[in-house]
């Protein structure tokens, strides 16, 4: 089995889109997601979850809620995934809690502020997400120890 890729922005090992995502061909390239912003072209390794009907009654009708998967929930107890710091989240499904190592501090922002990356509220994710330490004096191709991700000197 072929092991997944870990997004380099939200940390995510997840290809499948959530059941509530909006329809998109992911084979047109330049799109943008209208839930994330993430770009089409980036993303050739999704799929779209099948349809996950809800009974009218249930509090999450208005959407599927990831947290409900039995596969994700299982996902997210795997010790691979613990090692990861993995949670769910509603919209992207298992994501990293740390931060990637180049991004800003969201030490000073307000809770309204935006992600211009991934379009996520400061105040959505406050204490739920945690700064990446420096990789500064990580030498040229480190591999990291957690991820298997390679570094690249920019």
């Known amino acids: 089995m072929a092991s997944a890729a870990a997004c380099p922005v939200v940390g995510t090992t997840n290809s499948t889109l959530p059941p509530s995502h909006p329809d998109i061909d992911l084979s047109k390239p330049g799109q943008t997601c209208p839930v994330v912003g993430a770009k089409s072209d980036h993303h050739h390794n999704l799929h779209q979850h099948p349809s996950v009907p809800l009974p009218k009654d ?12 039995p596969v994700l ?15 769910i ?36 994710h406050k204490d739920k997400v945690s700064q990446h330490p420096s990789v500064d004096a990580a030498e040229a191709g480190a ?7 390679k570094g690249e000197r920019h």
Do not use: I
Not at 58 to 69: F, I, L, R
Not at 143 to 149: E, F, I, M, N, R
């Open 73 to 87: 929930s299982k996902t997210v107890s795997q010790p691979k995934s613990q090692a990861m710091d993995d949670e």
């Open 89 to 124: 989240c509603p919209v992207v499904g298992t994501a990293t809690t740390v931060l990637p190592p180049d991004h800003p501090s969201t030490a000073k922002a307000s809770p309204g502020d935006v992600c211009p990356v991934t379009k996520a509220t400061v105040g959505h």
């Open 58 to 69: 249930h509090p999450d009708a208005s959407h599927a809620d990831a947290q409900k998967c």
């Open 143 to 149: 591999v990291c120890p957690v991820t298997g991700q």
